[in-house]
């Protein structure tokens, strides 16, 4: 009887063992998978784009200040009065903004022609305000894209 009693304790052991390691095992085998997956976590968020999109357009211009900065531009004065003396004052010019920065779009629309008494408007120009810096570029209409002031030609010579 004592030997079947000390078989029986025997026996047991390594069962007893198996689930400790097993339990520890198990353990660190969470932890290391804890810590990997919090490395991967960190990894993925590296990649991330550093400039996010956000549900508003950041404006530091209004749409007051788009119109002025267009119709205030000398070679919009000088068309302006052009059409005007070529008309004898029938034909004034004006300008409006026609649409908002928005989400994917962060510049105002301007856009100078011709106010026909009576009739349809013809438009002159378009212009796109930068809603965050005020920078000016004017519609190449050949080209059907917006360029740099600076190398744009009011009178398409």
């Not at 990649?47 to 919009?76: G, H, S």
């Not at 070529?86 to 106010?115: C, M, Q, W």
Request: glycine fraction near 4%; avoid cysteine.
């Amino acid at each position: 009887m004592l030997k079947r009693s000390i078989n029986k304790q025997f026996n047991y052991y390594p069962l007893i063992a198996s689930f400790i390691l097993g339990v520890v095992g198990g353990y660190s085998s969470i932890v290391s998978i804890s810590h990997h997956q919090e490395n991967q976590t960190h990894k993925r968020l590296a990649y991330l784009p550093t400039v996010a999109k956000t549900n508003k357009a950041t404006k530091t211009i209004d749409a007051t200040k788009a119109y002025n900065l267009v119709w205030n531009l000398p070679q919009v004065q000088r068309k302006a009065r052009e059409i005007e003396n070529l008309s004898k004052g029938s034909i004034r010019v004006a300008a409006v903004v026609d649409s908002s920065p928005t989400v994917n779009a962060s510049f105002y629309v301007v856009r100078v022609f011709e106010n026909h008494p009576n009739k349809i408007t013809h438009p002159v120009y378009w212009f796109r305000v930068s809603s965050s810096s005020g920078v000016i570029e004017p519609l190449d209409l050949v080209e059907n894209e917006y360029i740099a002031l600076e190398k744009w030609n009011a009178d398409g010579r």
